[in-house]
C-alpha cells in the first residue's frame, strides 16, 4: 500500500527556520515526483515546492523561493522541505504528494503538475509561527 508520512511541523518563532519530512512508501520512488502543499486556515491549498525524483528538477512557490530548499534521500524514500526566516503567514497544515513523473505538466515552462493528477498525498503536518 502506497503511503506517505509527515512529520516535524511544530509551534516555532517567528524569523527560525525549519525542515519538514515526506517519507514514502509502497510505491517505486524514483519514478515520481514529490511536491508539498499547504493550506492555512480559511485558505485554499496552494503548492510550496516540487522535486522530480528522477531528474532533480524542482519547483519553488513565489512565497517559498529564496527562503526554502528541497532535497531527496532516496535511499530512505525521503524527501526534506527546510524553510528559513518563517514568518507567521507560513502557518497551515504542510501536506506531501506523490506523482508519477510520466504524467504531463499543467505547466511545462515552471515544470508544476495538476494538483487533481497527484496519485498519493499525506495527512499532513501542522507548522504554526508566533510572531
Known amino acids: 500500500e502506497a503511503q506517505l508520512v509527515e512529520s516535524g511541523g511544530n509551534l516555532v518563532q517567528a524569523g527560525r527556520s525549519l525542515i519538514l519530512s515526506c517519507s514514502a512508501s509502497?510505491?517505486?520512488?524514483?519514478?515520481?515526483?514529490i511536491a508539498w502543499f499547504r493550506q492555512a486556515p480559511e485558505k485554499e491549498r496552494e503548492g510550496v515546492s516540487n522535486?522530480?525524483?528522477?531528474?532533480?528538477?524542482?519547483w519553488f512557490a513565489d512565497s517559498a523561493f529564496g527562503r526554502a530548499t528541497i532535497a531527496t534521500d532516496t535511499a530512505r524514500g525521503t524527501v526534506y522541505l527546510s524553510m528559513n526566516n518563517l514568518k507567521p503567514e507560513d502557518t497551515a497544515i504542510y501536506s506531501c504528494?506523490?506523482?508519477?513523473?510520466?504524467?504531463?505538466?499543467?505547466?511545462?515552462?515552471?515544470?508544476?503538475?495538476?494538483?487533481?493528477?497527484?496519485?498519493?498525498w499525506g495527512r499532513g503536518t501542522q507548522l504554526t509561527v508566533s510572531s
Open positions: 509502497g510505491f517505486a520512488f524514483d519514478g515520481f515526483a
Open positions: 504528494a506523490a506523482i508519477n513523473v510520466d504524467k504531463p505538466y499543467s505547466d511545462y515552462a515552471l515544470r508544476v503538475y495538476e494538483e487533481d493528477e497527484y496519485d498519493y
Open positions: 522535486i522530480n525524483i528522477q531528474d532533480g528538477s524542482t
